[in-house]
Each structure stands twice: as structure tokens, then as C-alpha cells.
Nanobody, 119 residues
């Protein structure tokens, strides 16, 4: 069974940085797209960024472009989200998720990690 483990959240002041990590196991890493989502209580879940490990293609939602960078380590089966210049509106629970490259929906989810950005 696919397993995802997210970590790296915490409390940071506005303008600061955090790096989230997603450890993936029990699946063929390069055959899946790995994504970061975030959820603020009372709001819809938002796709923040994703990466295709096989070719390195990436996606970012507009609000994080230029501030967040997603990357992968295919040897360690890890995906990272480097978050710089954090803003209070980035406060959320962040989740990593995975889906096979050929499907539309993310079927595998890790537990969330809380990011809190103080103003």
C-alpha cells in the first residue's frame, strides 16, 4: 500500500521560510505525480504545487509562484516544498498526495503538517 509521510511544518514569522518533506514508500516513485495541497478550516482544499518525478515537470498555484519551490529526490523517494517569504495567508494544514501519472484523482494522502505564519 502506498504510504506518504509529511513533515516540516511549524510556526514562523511572516517573511520566513520552512521546508516541508514528503516521504513516499511502497510504490514506484517515478510512476506517480506527487502534490502538495493545503487546507484552511472552513475553506476548500487548495492544490499548491505538484511534480512529476519521471520528468521533473512542476506546477504552482499563482499565489505561491516565485516563493515556493517543489523538488524531488528519486533516490530517497522524497519530495520537498521549500517555502520562502511566507505570508500569514499561507497558514494551513499542508498535505502531500500521490496519484499515478495516468489518472486524474489523488488517491493516496499523507497526514497533514501544520504551517502557521504569524504577522
Amino acid at each position: 500500500e502506498v504510504q506518504l509521510q509529511a513533515s516540516g511544518g511549524g510556526l514562523v514569522q511572516a517573511g520566513g521560510s520552512l521546508r516541508l518533506s514528503c516521504a513516499a514508500s511502497r510504490f514506484a516513485f517515478d510512476d506517480y505525480v506527487i502534490a502538495w495541497f493545503r487546507r484552511v478550516p472552513g475553506k476548500e482544499r487548495e492544490a499548491v504545487s505538484c511534480i512529476s518525478p519521471s520528468d521533473g515537470n512542476t506546477y504552482y498555484t499563482d499565489s505561491v509562484k516565485g516563493r515556493f519551490t517543489i523538488s524531488k529526490d528519486s533516490i530517497k523517494n522524497m519530495v520537498y516544498l521549500q517555502m520562502n517569504n511566507l505570508k500569514p495567508e499561507d497558514t494551513a494544514i499542508y498535505y502531500c498526495a500521490a496519484k499515478p501519472r495516468t489518472t486524474m484523482s489523488y488517491d493516496y494522502w499523507g497526514q497533514g503538517t501544520l504551517v502557521t505564519v504569524s504577522s
